[in-house]
């Protein structure tokens, strides 16, 4: 009831601050005899892991996962799997600037407010650590979804700069550090955010996620639909102010005839064929069968060295400069957990849909 | 588990196809003791109720709200409200049209695919008409709000025509048959509809809602944060294609310390103010006693009178028209069910945060 | 979060008072396809409805049962199913002595005190008027298990008086106004409560209820075993003070060698067959494949003639008759109660399992 | 939805299996800035272990709690605690008779037949271990009903052997091993559980738990009724059979005035005072602010040493005897167990109650 977990019938659990000993999580409702083990989680967390170049904050940790039950020689055994990260990079340092000071833009003083006491140190829970956690999570929804469901993230939008759409391509994705798809697109990107590095300040960005080979029929069709799932779960990850599906937004500014998909028949007997998808691979809140197609609006980390207006503990004004390690641009980490949580939205799907329909 | 309802302390279930002999709801979690009759409930399904002018469909339906439990003498009982809503205009018509197509932009062909079978008539349940039941619901949930905090709905844009923030103003909102805040723009808007409807074609728009008055504090840090249920709520309403909070998709564009929204300390002892609202009113998932603000995007509705392409039952190819009465512009009638749910998400997180903190 | 519904994937929840203006439930997550009608729920809820002889109590309702939603031309759709009973016998009579006194072993008071007002007439909510709900949506629940799984109950005690079990069959159960499977017992039963109903008095019983033909494996291992799903279910009914499964409390006085049921190869390959059923079909949380065994302590309803010491609304020191309509035995229609939610709890295990296994 | 947990508001997430690296459990919902640390923890824990007498079984953990989460110099914070034992004791044995045989009595045979794998060292997730974590989450639920609530279970019957009311007293449950109220039984009990154990043989018990000091009007009146819930609780504890609420099967022999619990004026102003207390503390699903009774009947274990037909692996019949440390007389060790349980859901309850009336 205070929230810690997403999903219903494939449902993770997730505990553990920024600076506390541990983190972890418990994923309940997983089907058995599924081939998993700590490699098959690992490198999702090393493609979110932070300090891998200059761009991401320079925090190292190793992250490194351990399975602590649910899986026995090799295969999940239908049990809840518990999953335990150590934080080895907790560094004794001098609280005392962000315990008695309230930084701008961050959730330190709603906190205090809420619950009259906050474990203030890196962050505590509010820090964009837990997110290693929804990584861990959908690693373990991958799994059940199988390789016929592939899930993929991308930078569309890099503070005002976006990429051209006709020059994307997913191969280009691993080429920067960026997971930019247009390559033109990432050399102004790494200019830019160094530009904003250097100034000590930070961008926003935005991010798409598409999955594609998802059945069709998955999710409810009124308050559990499959968007509405999907915009829970992205506007539920650090920084995220906007969720949208296919063309989102921009369907205010179409008309009917533009916006709905026509059908034709597929080649498959019975099966139709789209002929466009604005759609976004949802239609009354059901799978179609098309790419899901999903963008989220990531702000600006709040994180900076430029000083900003604040309160402190004692209700005075205050100007605030965050020190220590940040990141420039936290869309960019933002495209694993994108994933992620894209991941267990449909793994959940797919088991509710499998509960009602058999 | 079949999503037919939203909330989890103060929790609402709705059932009721468009043609089926009634649509009703059970609003469960309500604190006792609150003022309620069918009189506090009805004017808000007044507002939504189509057939009120011509710019919304022209069916006729008294949507006569009956209160069936949980109100004795007045007041609600702690017990589960009953609500229904008869179904007085269900047109004994020749459905054969629909029975075996699939409308294109519509969830007819998904349902089919996902159950097997679907009420076809009306859009069965996958019909705007369940929206009534939200409206309903929202009624009750601002009795436990309280008349502290205001829920008020507006177009900001239909079509590619947006309003002027300079111009808009809420007392202009009843003005106009639009919600529309800019007088300039509700005429524009007017023309602008006419040659839509006249055309047979329709257009989208963007919706804005705004609570004030919302105290600090409410909702969860991590998955069910307050804008994370606010995204859900918002993207389960029909024809929804994206969900913003504060400054949403343009947060991309921003840098932190445009972003983050400064604080002073308050009039209050310990208060604080903001200088800015960036964050639409919510900080790590929890609210800041700012206003909250969300925009939606509708999509226009797939019922037209322009042919457009589809399959019918039997996997042939073609042409569908809409027939009978439909909206030009869907996001007029979402403003209500889109106050209504902001209300629900919010009567959720006040009862939820009242469980842990007390 | 108020409780008033049952289930996870299949969840029904109702509303209604004794006395207000209908009753109802919502079913949801029911499978489409089913073949489904008011015909298949009527006769359950004739089977539990009262005034059908001198041992049930007098009042008179039709409780013609409506489906609201979610079938489709005699066909479940997978949308939500609403049913609803309209209360027709409300007599129009002075409440004043019920509205202003605490009945002694009744929910009066406690209500009161939690909530600070209650619909006192006819005891409102509290009223087993609630239970022909129960019965509605255990109807629906046999629909989605077939005609494969048999759930029938049956008295083996009223009072003091135990059914001999060399004497027990179910052919006799329909038989006599008890439900009671021992014929002789039924005679002596008939002679015994009508002392009691004469003595203005009333008497609890024990009900047994025995599912058949449970596939093996339904149930979660851990908090959501089957039995404890059961336990919760039986518990959750009027007057019920005590649950047992298989030997129950027997099995306290057991030895580990009677109590575990042996297993030997079954006919089918793979198979097992049990040589008895201490466990009551239940092991680990997880069903056998043996008959379930479920037996119900009932007390006796607390509406009497015979007076009784309480406190009225003012604190005051009363001596409380209870007037009207009343059972001498309450554990009688307790039995079709029992059953419907048995099944309830079958249909949630079973499509919960349909979600993990598949 | 695989229910491996507990609660609604307060809620638990258990993981782990009897010798895999760790069990451990999310305690979801706790208020902020209540006192909590191992130690208030570690002590419950030492009362459950096992090993501290020749009467339960002689596994050797420390079971030493780590918080890994959650709590903030001393507080709680009102985020998610992680709570973690260690396995230290998994020998590495020979495990190969368990892996091939199914146990009688024992999940072993279902648990395959659900997920088609199970991890069989040591029982795997069925194993009376996954009870720590129970404990564990108890000692929370207490911190968050605080001094006023008094939560206390004993011992009143072994095999056969029933304790004698009028000597029974709390002072004297600590001075035995058996948790035994009535020091004459307990020394009966010594001799007859030595019988049992050297005959390699076990026995049930019938497990009292009593809260004290609970507030009026805690629970929700139909389907999570105070008592559902604790039914539901108790009855998901390893080798519960039965559950019962103050007079519980008792109640079925009763008249209804000699069972309704007469209520006078109490001292304070507007109190009430009950004569008797039949109803266990719960009128209603609602609590009376009486004591809460319960009762649980415990299956004798089915590890013995006495041979027991079974079946195998491959379907052939064989004849099983558990070797290893085994419990003679589990339902001593369900004692602080069944404490715990009535912890969570009384805290839950307060969670609830607070949630809707404040």
Known sequence: MSGNGYGHTFRFTTFGESHGPAIGCV???????????????????????????????????????????????????????????????????????????????????????????????????????????????????????????????????????????????????????????????????????DGVRKA?????????????GVPVGLGCPVYDKLDAEIAKAMMSINAVKGVEIGAGFAAAALRGEDNADAMVPGRKKGGVRFLSNHAGGILGGLSTGQDIVVRLAVKPTSSILIPGRSVNAAGEAVEVVTKGRHDPCVAIRAVPVAEAMLACVLADALLRHRAQIG
Request: net charge positive; hydrophobic share 35%; aromatic share 8%.
């Open 27 to 193: 994923v309940d409702g997983v089907p058995p005899r599924l081939p998993l083990s700590e490699s098959d989680i690992q490198p999702w967390l090393d493609r979110r892991r932070p300090g891998q170049n200059r761009f991401t904050t320079q925090r190292q940790e190793a992250d490194a996962i351990r399975i602590l039950s649910g899986v026995f020689e090799g295969l999940t055994t239908g049990t809840p799997i518990g999953l335990l990260i150590e934080n080895t990079d907790q560094r004794s340092k001098d609280y005392g600037d962000i315990r008695g000071t309230f930084r701008p833009g961050h959730a330190d003083w709603v906190y205090q407010q809420k619950y009259g006491i906050r474990d203030y140190r890196g962050g505590g829970r509010s820090s964009a650590r837990e997110t290693a956690m929804r990584v861990a999570a959908g690693a373990v929804a991958r799994a059940i979804l199988g390789p016929g469901i592939a899930i993929r993230g991308r930078m569309v939008q890099m503070g005002p700069h976006k990429v051209a759409k006709r020059r994307s391509r997913w191969e280009h994705v691993g080429d920067n550090p960026f997971w930019c798809p247009d390559p033109q697109a990432a050399t102004q990107w790494e200019a830019y955010l």
């Open 200 to 212: 000590g300040s930070s961008i926003g960005g935005v991010v798409e996620v598409v999955a594609s």
